[in-house]
């Protein structure tokens, strides 16, 4: 629901893939990301075919969960915004994968004539986003030393997309470097590699309809976010959050029997308990009460599609000190 562009780049590519690989091998050169034929022979047609549809049935799988993981961006920025993103990347990427082979050939004296197919450079573009804008919980920790957040299957997957191919590491890097680009205020890309409005209004009008799914009316209500895991992450369901909100509310308790970290109800009351009449009787007088603390819009819209209300978001953010990290953990547990 209200990510067609994802669907579509989750539906169509793997469908031809799927059929390339099955029926229409003979047609599979067509779609080979052949460099040697794009700077001898001036193909340049391979650089759409070759880097859109995967070869691979492995990497099809890899990306297609990756871009469902990332619809989350669809539904945060707008189609356009996902669109233009997608866009940039993929035409920045083309142009580090071409100079990434020739500084490959010139210093390591690697010959690279082909890369694997498929979309993968906006794919693994799209992590720089994910790791600069999605909020980090904690869900569990192994062997109390390395900790298990809501973000720890998508970079697995990430890793195993990228040792899938021996070349595949410079599709990665062109990626990453693309999106740190795309991104950049600095180089304002963002502004020069954008969809048109007006082609952004043909294909909402045209492709949008056959792509958009009705909302489910059998579910319960709650906002987009971040906490969900990748194998379960269809809606952002009810029994996902409770499920994460016992896992945190079971290491809180063994914290608390090892005497460690801190204690969330000391520093921040629960909100259900800032209204009762218990703590009207202990209210601090005005003269002590400190000016409320000025709460960033956009981290409270970022709660707020994790499900959370906007009060409570208010008042997580304003105990927190504005740490949208300490904010979202605080309302995991309460």
């Given amino acids: 629901d209200k990510a067609p562009l994802s669907k579509s780049l989750l539906l169509v590519p793997s469908a031809i893939s799927i059929l390339l690989t099955l029926l229409f091998q003979h047609y599979q050169k067509f779609f080979a990301y052949n460099l040697q034929a794009i700077k001898e022979d001036f193909q340049i047609w391979r650089l759409v075919c070759g ?24 539904r945060r920025y707008g189609s356009r915004k996902f669109s233009s993103f997608l866009l940039g990347a993929w035409m920045l990427s083309a142009l580090f994968d071409l100079l990434l082979v020739e500084i490959a050939q010139y210093i390591f004296g690697i010959t690279i004539n082909s890369l694997p197919s498929g979309f993968l450079g906006p794919v693994f573009a799209l992590f720089v986003p994910f790791y600069s804008s999605i909020p980090r919980v904690q869900v569990a920790q192994v062997l109390g030393h390395f900790s298990i957040t809501n973000k720890t ?4 997957l990430g890793l195993q997309l990228l040792t899938s191919g021996s070349y595949i590491w410079i599709l990665a890097l062109s990626g990453l470097v693309s999106g740190i680009c795309y991104n950049s205020s600095i180089l304002k890309v963002h502004r020069i590699l954008c969809v048109p409005s007006w082609v952004a209004k043909i294909f909402s009008w045209t492709l949008e309809p056959i792509f958009s799914s009705a909302e489910p009316m059998n ?21 996902d959050r409770q499920i994460m909100m016992s896992q945190v509310a079971q290491m809180r308790r063994q914290r608390q029997q090892q005497g460690g970290m801190i204690n969330w109800n000391r520093l921040f009351p629960p909100l259900r308990h800032r209204h009762n009449a218990n703590y009207q009787d202990h209210r601090p007088s005005e003269q ?31 105990a927190s000190n504005n740490d949208l990290n300490v904010a979202t953990n605080f309302l995991l547990q309460h």
């Fill in 288 to 318: 002590d009460t400190p000016p409320p603390t000025e709460v960033s819009e956009e981290q409270v819209a970022r709660l707020m599609e994790m499900g959370f209300s906007r009060g409570d978001a208010l008042e997580a953010l304003r």
């Fill in 153 to 156: 299957l998508v970079y697995i």
């Fill in 51 to 74: 880097r859109t549809i995967c070869l691979d049935l492995k990497d099809t799988f890899c990306s297609s969960l990756l871009i469902y993981n990332f619809r989350i961006f669809e």
């Fill in 219 to 239: 579910e319960v209500r709650v906002g987009m976010g971040a906490t969900v895991d990748i194998q379960r992450q269809q809606r952002m369901e009810l029994l």
